[in-house]
């Protein structure tokens, strides 16, 4: 387990590697030899010197920052009792194991942030300017104009100077090409499907639409305050509670014994055994290596479940979620489109639509296209096949035949009826003449309803979408789904916002997503969880990885995380029940330092125990709730 700090502290692999190979040297020597109590003392100090320094120069910036009590104390604290009681091994371990925690904790958060930045590695540097030519992107300024190849990424913002198709996939998630007529404004990162587009530059590079992105993620993560974790909550009270005992102890002893026996009865010897063997028995070796224990057992434990955690602060954040946000196309939904409705008009057959629309569409890889050559018997042939803006045209028995949206009907002059039917329509027309629509919509994957059911028994009050797809796609996502609310056409920042209001209104999220666009709402959520079919942004993004794309997972996760709470507590419950028992009869007297090493390495191996036995949740069953997930695959 590793904690996040507020300072930062430099744990090296040089010195750990260090460490760690005069720790198996001491212990070797050690082993074969009859060393004196010093010297062997010395040689595995030697072991604790190279990442104990960092461990020291962590607690002195707590010191320096009003911390005084934090959790580099409790691991130099539990180091020293360790050496107390000529537990040597175990106390240069303690300081090992808790520095490589901190060092893979670095590394990932690094990793993430150059993640995070090589989202603008995609961008092209160089620009084609009509006034200048070719020139980095940094340098183009407001009101220019550039050229971008079909394929290209736009590189900057800027107003659309001739209608074109757009793929907007790192903006909105969705992965249907749009059309946008001659004055809009394109977002870089944009990609023009079809045709090379000019654009006019309204914002310079640092203020474009992927730099404000990269900016908006960083400060999502920075923003989101990570849950204390169960061993940060215990500094808070154990290591001053056990200090301020081991230093009040002989003092008070004094006193009382010179109030009742007089001074002269005062032995210091005596009291100050008693005050080393409360230090001893306080020694929390028993939590420090029992709490990460459990959080390293339960995040093993998760990707057998089928969740990846990538730290304690996720397992810490389920417990308490409460709402649940998620995108639609790609995470709930297959992505893999259907037919679901044809409406013919007067004196046109279902199967003739269907046939004239595949015939053109034959050409395409689209998904829409696809969608619909499977839903024909594909029996006509078309030609002079050409992609437009809006749509496709082509001849059918030396007949001009459209096949496309609405815009692209309005701008050939054929009528399209109003129609109150969800998801997305296509309109065909032949000889100038409207032969009927289609509408085709996402398949919902069939255990996403019996999830959101059971998500409910787990405290999650309310479900809903955040998609950047059309109202009605959305809205029957929604329906079929069983979500509580949606939201429709949203862009990468209204999720994100969407997400800190409900935050602010002391709501815990989890955010389940799988694109580029869903970065800084996966950032921002309490829980940011991404399906592993995603994007590389969005699963560096995220707190927790589900590999496949069976969301199922996600009950599972929230089970375990219950069950961790419930471990740890009852570990820590149990530890300090013992050791304030060994602690009350050492203080007067009643303990030797036998029970104090018992109360301090016998309850490691007891709590150690305990911990590996309570964190088996069976596949089928969460035992702990008695809820069966057997009917939702895969979890």
């Not at 020139?135 to 990424?153: H, K, Q, S, W, Y």
């Not at 939904?333 to 409705?341: K, N, P, S, V």
């Not at 036998?594 to 069976?618: C, P």
């Amino acid at each position: 387990m590793s904690c996040t700090h507020n300072c930062h502290t430099s744990f090296g692999w040089t010195a750990q590697a260090l460490s760690g190979a005069l720790l198996v040297c001491a212990v070797v020597i050690s082993h074969l030899t009859d060393l004196p109590p010093l010297l062997e003392a010395a040689l595995y100090l030697s072991a604790v010197i190279p990442t104990g320094i960092a461990v020291a120069d962590g607690m002195i910036r707590e010191l320096r920052r009003g911390s005084i009590f934090n959790e580099f104390t409790l691991m130099l604290l539990a180091c020293a009792g360790a050496f107390v009681i000529r537990q040597y091994p175990e106390g240069a371990a303690i300081i090992l194991f808790y520095s490589i925690g901190e060092k893979l904790e670095d590394i990932a958060s690094e990793r993430a942030r150059q993640r995070i930045r090589s989202l603008l590695d995609d961008m092209p540097d160089i620009v084609h300017t009509e006034e200048r030519g070719d020139m980095p992107a940094a340098e183009v300024n407001i009101g220019e104009t550039v050229r971008v190849l079909p394929g290209e990424r736009v590189p900057l913002d800027g107003v659309l100077l001739s209608p074109a198709d757009f793929d907007f996939s790192a903006i909105t998630g969705e992965s249907l090409p749009a059309s946008r007529a001659q004055g809009e404004e394109i977002p870089s990162g944009a990609i023009p499907t079809e045709t090379a587009v000019r654009l006019r530059v309204s914002r310079r590079w640092s203020e474009s639409y992927m730099n404000r992105m990269v900016e908006m993620i960083e400060t999502a993560s920075r923003g989101k305050s990570r849950p204390d974790t169960a061993m940060r909550r215990i500094t808070r009270w154990y290591t001053p509670a056990v200090m301020a005992a081991a230093l009040i102890l002989p003092i008070a002893g004094y006193i009382w014994t010179a109030l009742t026996a007089g001074p002269a009865a005062y032995c210091w010897q005596e009291w100050l055994y008693r005050s080393l063997v409360l230090l001893v028995c306080s020694c929390p070796c028993a939590l420090v290596v029992s709490i990460p224990l459990a959080y390293f057992a339960a995040i093993g434990r998760g990707s057998r479940l089928g969740i990846l955690f990538k730290g304690s602060h996720a397992l810490d954040a389920l417990r308490h979620a409460d709402t649940l946000y998620c995108d639609k196309t790609g995470t709930i939904t297959t992505g893999r489109f259907r037919l679901i409705c044809a409406i013919p008009c007067p004196g046109v057959t279902e199967a003739y639509l269907t046939d004239v629309a595949a015939a053109l569409e034959s050409s395409s890889s689209h998904p829409l296209a696809k969608a619909v050559c499977l839903a024909s018997r594909q029996t006509l042939l078309a030609t002079d096949i050409r992609t437009v803006p809006h749509g496709i045209t082509g001849i059918l028995d030396k007949s001009p035949v459209l096949v496309g949206s609405r815009q692209l009907m309005s701008e050939y002059g054929v009528s399209v009826p109003e129609q109150h039917t969800s998801g997305t329509e296509i309109c065909v027309a032949q000889g100038g003449r409207l032969l009927g629509t289609l509408y085709l919509q996402d398949t919902l994957k069939p255990y996403i309803p019996a999830l959101f059911r059971r998500l409910r028994h787990y405290g999650i009050r309310s479900v809903v979408i955040l998609s950047g797809d059309n109202r009605e796609a959305v809205s029957e996502a929604a329906a079929s789904s069983g979500a509580d609310d949606m939201h429709a056409s949203m862009l990468p920042q209204d999720k994100k916002l969407t997400i800190e209001n409900a935050r602010q209104q002391g709501r815990h999220t989890i955010f389940i997503g799988d694109g580029i666009n869903d970065a800084p709402a996966l950032a921002a959520a309490d829980t940011g969880i991404a399906v592993g079919s995603g994007t590389d942004l969005a699963i560096e993004s995220a707190d927790a990885v589900i590999p496949g794309d069976n969301l199922a997972a996600v009950a599972s996760a929230i089970a375990l995380s219950r069950r961790l709470h419930r471990v740890v507590t009852g570990c820590v419950a149990f530890a300090v029940t013992v050791k304030l028992l060994v602690m009350i009869l050492g203080a007067l007297g009643l303990a030797t330092l036998w029970a104090a090493v018992f109360a301090d390495t016998g309850l490691t191996i007891v709590t150690v125990s305990i911990t590996l036995a309570a964190l088996q949740i069976n596949r089928k069953t969460d035992v702990s709730d008695g809820i069966d997930l057997s009917e939702t695959p895969g979890t």
